[in-house]
């Protein structure tokens, strides 16, 4: 049994999927990441409108929401990217190729 997470896959499917451990790996990074972007995000956030609070002060409920707003935003951003190279990933060690990007299509 093959432990992804909080579940178990059976052995025959991480049979025919050898690369669902790192992929699984990959993904719970891209999340750790998705996390402290959020983190880091709200923090900078925040404290740039603490110190813009000297000069034109608002209450402290709509600056912790920008902060908040402004940390999940730049957590959505981290996670997409991330998922998007573990999906990248995926593809690759299941057929040995990259997929292929639809914007880079150049018939000459």
Do not use: I
Not at 80 to 105: A, M
Request: with cysteine.
């Amino acid at each position: 049994m093959v432990t992804l997470g909080l579940s178990r896959v059976d052995d025959s499917v991480a049979a025919k999927h050898p690369g669902l451990e790192e992929y699984a790996s990959c993904q719970s990074t891209a999340f750790l990441k998705g996390l402290l972007a959020f983190v880091a995000g709200s923090s900078a956030a925040f404290g740039l409108q603490m110190l813009v609070h000297r000069r034109c002060p608002c209450p402290l409920q709509w600056t912790l929401l920008a902060a908040l707003g402004t940390g999940s935003v730049a957590s959505y951003g981290v996670t997409r990217l991330e998922t998007q190279k573990c999906n990248n990933l995926w593809f690759f060690l299941e057929t040995g190729g990259l997929p292929k990007d639809s914007g880079t299509d150049q018939d000459h």
